[in-house]
Nanobody, 111 residues
Framework: QVQLVESGGGLVQPGGSLRLSCAASSSIFRIYGMGWYRQAPGKQRELVATISIGGTTNYADSVKGRFTISRDIAKNTAYLQMNSLKHEETAVYYC?????WGQGTQVTVSS
């Protein structure tokens, strides 16, 4: 059983930055790609960014140029650097790899 644990969420002002982390309990990122998703209140979960096993990245159009997905395979950890955050990006952010999901970390963008 693989566990994914997100951290790094919090309260940030519009225009601010946060860096989320996703720590895996095994070397799953050596075998599978992973992705970050978010779910705002009353909305469906949506894809934010993915990184393939080969390192290819993809982003939702709404975050391109502001968010960066990365991973450190040696540390079994993936990251999501979020810059220029907007109020509407307040959500619970989840990491996913294969069929495994983390519990989520809350990101609140508010002044």
């Amino acid at each position: 059983q693989v566990q994914l644990v997100e951290s790094g969420g919090g309260l940030v002002q519009p225009g601010g930055s946060l860096r989320l982390s996703c720590a895996a309990s095994s070397s799953i990122f050596r075998i599978y790609g992973m992705g970050w998703y978010r779910q705002a209140p009353g909305k469906q979960r949506e894809l934010v960014a993915t990184i393939s096993i080969g390192g290819t990245t993809n982003y939702a159009d709404s975050v391109k140029g502001r968010f960066t997905i990365s991973r450190d395979i040696a540390k079994n950890t993936a990251y999501l650097q979020m810059n220029s955050l907007k109020h509407e990006e307040t959500a619970v952010y989840y990491c996913n790899s294969k069929t495994y999901w983390g519990q989520g970390t809350q990101v609140t963008v508010s002044s």
